[in-house]
């Protein structure tokens, strides 16, 4: 159960696009489509974004989108907003019955 | 309204035994469709799964952590319980319980902080 890999920061400006990825192994992310992601701002708990690698709960914006591709999902996020800015984590199923987040990456809107 | 909230001890004490309460309300422990995980995050840090409890009252562990964890429900009480033993000072962290629905966590309760330290 290691850790899956994301960058430790990106950074975009207002109106812009930006992709987060979250790699792992056969094991993880690229045994499963049970890739999902979190948004988290300081002091707050996640918040659930996506889900089964492409899915969105209600109430999150259509701006927020996943994909996979092998061992490497990602998160794309277009439009930016000031308030997009926040820690985002990727998670995946990993056999037996257990899961996995990433490192976690920071998302600075300058 | 689905919600889950952490109760536990602030302070524990090196080598103690932590035992954490997650009430729910919203949905049934009992429901074949989820389960709850416990899952931390030490300052500054990222998030790291525990374990988890299914409906069917099967669990689940990180394999780094299996020997110190325990976790257990009551689905009368709406409660997952998970105590972990030997805390030491690396296990400072906010802890969190998490609801799974369609393999993600969905919602999450507000985390306690629960700082290892003599």
């Known amino acids: 159960q290691s850790a899956l890999t994301q960058p430790a920061s990106v950074s975009g400006s207002p109106g812009q696009s930006i992709t987060i990825s979250c790699t792992g192994t056969?094991?993880?992310?690229?045994?499963?489509?049970?890739v999902s992601w979190y948004q988290q701002h300081p002091g707050k708990a996640p918040k659930f974004m996506i889900y089964e690698v492409t899915n969105r709960p209600s109430g999150v914006s259509n701006r927020f989108s996943g994909s996979k591709s092998g061992n490497t999902a990602s998160l794309t996020i277009s439009g930016l907003q000031a308030e997009d800015e926040a820690d985002y984590y990727c998670?995946?199923?990993?056999?037996?019955?257990?899961?996995?987040f990433g490192g976690g990456t920071k998302l600075t809107v300058l | 309204q689905v919600t889950l909230k952490e109760s536990g001890p602030v302070l524990v004490r090196p080598t103690e035994t932590l035992t954490l309460t997650c009430t729910v309300s919203?949905?049934?422990?009992?429901?074949?469709?989820?389960?709850v995980s416990w899952i931390r995050q030490p300052p500054g840090k990222a998030l790291e799964w525990l374990a988890h409890?299914?409906?069917?009252?099967?669990?689940s562990y990180s394999t780094s952590l299996k020997s110190r964890l325990t976790i257990s429900k009551d689905t009368s009480k709406s409660q997952v319980v998970l105590t972990m033993t030997n805390m030491d000072p690396v296990d400072t962290a906010t802890y969190y319980c998490?609801?799974?629905?369609?393999?993600?966590?969905?919602?999450w309760g507000q985390g306690t902080l629960v700082t290892v330290s003599s």
């Open positions: 998490a609801r799974i629905l369609n393999w993600g966590f969905d919602y």
């Open positions: 409890i299914f409906s069917t009252d099967e669990k």
């Open positions: 919203g949905f049934s422990l009992s429901n074949p469709r989820m389960g």
């Open positions: 998670s995946s199923y990993a056999s037996s019955n257990s899961w996995v």
């Open positions: 056969s094991s993880d992310v690229g045994g499963y489509n049970y």
